[in-house]
């Protein structure tokens, strides 16, 4: 996946939570009282909400291709002004005002805290001579990174975010340890902002060097095997002095590599590559396994596309330093130079390369090349039936340990890396396989794994002898969670076109299918990403204390059966990923799990939008929605921060075609009062919670800041007697992000409001 796909991070107090799992994936190489009158639902709130007046200005019209657009709330798009200040200040003080009618949230922040507050491991990875691992004791706002010198050693914290800020928002991004794992580089990030400041720390007495490095993003950190310095990826500092970094919404552009020596200033790094022709591109350096090439990963956008260029630096005369001296950028060989297929290098011999890719291989395949013969490539894993190749990792010299995506569980096997004959399949329980920690030297492996009922086992296995060992390492015990309680199922639901969506269903055991439970049904659909199950404390909580049941719908969009399931619910078939939520939907409904003022929708990015779009679409169908940080303003999203890498999965309104899509679904351009298109029914829009935060860099907050001025005008405000009593509100966080690097308390706090909220409108009633 490229590295900033439009995906929030911030859904789930999980076990295996996605701020982790991103850090995981650097690491993995070395390693979601009502009562219904028709269809529509009252609203839980005794009184019609008194929503705060926002000015338009009607006088911003866009022409795109003679079709006239006006934008009254453009204002909202300058994070900085007064008025905007304002707005989200008055939003705030609303949503308070209607949290405080939601008699579940305290008693779900109370058990959403107790569950979560259980210690939390990652599997370690091994640098040098050390292991490293993430730990949290339960409520720590953030991971803290352990070393030690053997896995029976004692542990000693390496690195502790926690002691970088006193509310917890200071978060690290990325890291890498140096080859002897003397130093470690480590991104940090303040507030949730995509921006990262990398330092170094000497391993052996934690001691942090001067270096600093600014004005970092979307970078992995790659250490050249001499130890002297990594490259890293950056941009050019803004040119007005003192920004806020995160609050901006300027478009990110000249992405360029660098190399730091290890205790020299950032002015002195050396620029390895710089494309002015191609401002839009994203890049990144990577140093291979034998420490001999440096690989030059090119993106485009989102699409799992790439172009591959490497250098070999044993080649280079006075080493990366005489760079420098000649005023040169390394002299990369342009291995593949197009944008036809994704290509990540697995492993290589000298100039024999194996690259997981998806050129004609949707669903992925394993291939193999000498860099002395560039055009000829052979297959060493072909494309399977219908499992998506999802992982593959070079372990115990001669292996691999590959991962697949099965009807949207894991199959997990070791093959040979030679051949690609399978050697043996790994028994793994149905789930999810969130990081594979193994390097090529190495004979022993370590597999993270979590599922709907797990909340996280790390499997050791030992492949020194013919059988692989596997066992424990670790496992993750939530006290007070039973798993025997619980049930799940996974359905395939027809959606409009009869295509066969896989929608997980988890409840409480026995239930009866009379559509009396309130529902929660989570969805994303989009950038080739797999929902795949995993471990939630704070929907365990629903659905033990609310009697709920949630759901998640692998709707297309994502990756769940590889580059055709993507293909079929982007760009002009992106309808496609509505008709298959609101199919996933009706099931619930007619199967008898839940009823419409009974059921939730909840996504968030990506998903925010599925949200969006959906109840616009369909407002009589659910009973409340919530939608966090989503991309709402369809024909203006590729104009802010990396918006613009968001067009491979959307299309850009400046082309006529693709306005023609975008305008269709656009959740800001679709905002309808359902009592006039259907005058015998009294349908309104579900309540209707929109989640954004300042720091969101990533979607910017101007997004759910517009869709929410218009629902309330459209809907509320512009009539003196509006049909709509369900309340739409707007939840601003301040100092934080799109998700990753969120505190503890804070993911905890959202929750419990988000859920408290849904719990309210639904009328759900409280199980001790």
């Not at 010198?149 to 970088?164: K, M, T």
């Not at 779009?613 to 919530?626: H, S, V, Y």
């Not at 400046?654 to 351009?669: A, G, T, V």
């Not at 929410?708 to 309340?727: F, G, I």
Request: charged share 25%; aromatic share 10%; proline share 5%.
């Amino acid at each position: 996946t490229a590295p900033f796909p439009l995906r929030n991070q911030i859904l789930d107090l999980d076990s295996s939570s996605s701020r982790r799992r991103r850090r995981r994936r650097r690491l993995s190489r070395r390693l979601s009282v009502t009562s219904s009158r028709g269809m529509g639902s009252l609203s839980g709130l005794d009184e019609p909400l008194q929503y705060p007046a926002a000015r338009r200005d009607e006088s911003v019209v866009d022409d795109y291709f003679g079709v006239t657009i006006p934008d009254p709330y453009r204002w909202l798009e300058d994070p900085d002004s007064e008025e905007t200040k304002e707005f989200v200040q008055n939003q705030v003080k609303l949503t308070e005002r209607v949290l405080k009618t939601c008699d579940a949230r305290d008693k779900l922040h109370e058990k959403i805290t107790k569950l979560f507050d259980h210690p939390r491991y990652e599997a370690p990875f091994r640098q040098g001579d050390k292991y490293f691992y993430f730990h949290n004791t339960g409520l720590q706002a953030q991971d803290i990174l352990y070393v030690q010198d053997s896995l029976d050693a004692e542990a000693e914290v390496l690195l502790d975010p926690n002691a970088l800020s006193e509310d917890g928002t200071v978060s690290l991004n990325t890291l890498s340890v140096s080859e002897d794992a003397k130093y470690l580089a480590y991104g940090l990030s303040s507030s949730g902002s995509d921006w990262v400041t990398i330092n170094v720390m000497r391993i052996e007495d934690k001691k942090v060097e001067p270096d600093k490095l600014s004005w970092v993003k979307f970078s992995s950190i790659s250490w050249t095997h001499d130890g002297k310095g990594f490259f890293y990826s950056r941009y050019p500092a803004p040119k007005e002095g003192d920004v806020d970094a995160g609050t901006e919404t300027n478009s990110n552009l000249y992405h360029e590599v660098y190399y730091h020596f290890v205790g020299t200033d950032q002015f002195e790094d050396v620029l390895c590559w710089r494309d002015p022709d191609n401002p839009k591109y994203i890049v990144g350096a990577s140093v291979t396994d034998d420490g001999k090439y440096v690989l030059l990963y090119l993106d485009e956008g989102c699409d799992p596309v790439n172009k591959l260029y490497y250098c070999d630096m044993s080649s280079l005369q006075d080493g990366i330093e005489g760079l420098k001296k000649r005023n040169e950028l390394l002299p990369f060989v342009k291995l593949v130079d197009n944008f036809e297929a994704k290509y990540a290098a697995v492993a290589n011999d000298e100039t024999l390369f194996t690259f997981l890719t998806n050129k004609d291989a949707p669903r992925y395949k394993l291939v193999r090349v000498d860099l002395r013969e560039p055009n000829i490539w052979t297959d060493v894993i072909k494309e399977a039936e219908k499992d998506v190749l999802e992982s593959a990792s070079a372990v115990n010299h001669n292996q691999i340990i590959v991962s697949y995506l099965s009807d949207v569980k894991y199959v997990v096997q070791i093959r040979d890396l030679k051949t690609g004959a399978l050697l043996h399949q790994l028994p793994i329980d149905i789930g999810t396989v969130h990081g594979i920690s193994a390097r090529r030297e190495d004979s022993t492996i370590f597999i993270g794994f979590t599922s709907f009922l797990s909340p996280g086992i790390i499997y050791q296995c030992d492949l020194q002898n013919e059988v692989p060992d596997m066992k424990i390492f670790r496992e993750i015990v939530v006290s007070g969670f039973d798993r025997s309680e619980f049930h799940v199922n996974q359905v395939f639901v027809s959606s409009k076109d009869d295509t066969k969506i896989p929608m997980f269903i988890v409840s409480r055991k026995n239930i009866s299918l009379d559509g009396s439970h309130p529902c929660l049904l989570y969805g994303y659909g989009g950038f080739n990403i797999s929902l795949t199950p995993f471990f939630s404390v704070s929907r365990t909580v629903l659905a033990r204390h609310l009697g709920a049941v949630y759901c998640i719908a692998n709707v297309r969009g994502g990756g769940e059966y590889g580059e055709e399931w993507h293909k079929a619910g982007s760009l002009a078939k992106k309808q496609n990923c509505f008709d298959d939520f609101i199919s996933a939907a009706q099931y619930l409904i007619s199967a008898g799990y839940t009823q419409p003022k009974k059921l939730c929708i909840e996504g968030g990015s990506n998903g925010g939008l599925l949200i969006g779009a959906c109840i616009n679409q369909r407002p009589d169908l659910f009973g409340c929605a919530l939608a966090h940080v989503g991309v709402m303003d369809m024909l203006r999203f590729h104009k802010f921060t990396i918006g613009h890498a968001w067009t491979s999965d959307y299309g850009c309104a400046d082309k006529e075609e693709e306005f023609h899509w975008l305008i269709k679904y656009s959740p800001l351009h679709n905002v309808r009062r359902p009592w006039e298109e259907c005058p015998d029914q009294s349908v309104q829009y579900p309540p209707t919670m929109l989640l954004t935060a300042d720091h969101d860099d990533r979607v910017v907050p101007l997004h759910s800041l517009k869709l929410l001025a218009t629902m309330q005008y459209v809907l509320c405000t512009s009539l003196e007697k509006s049909p709509q009593r369900n309340p739409i509100v707007g939840r601003i966080e301040c100092k934080a992000g799109h998700g990753a690097g969120r505190p503890t308390k804070k993911m905890i706090d959202e929750a419990a409001d988000r859920y408290g909220f849904m719990a309210k409108m639904l009328d759900a009633s409280w199980i001790e």
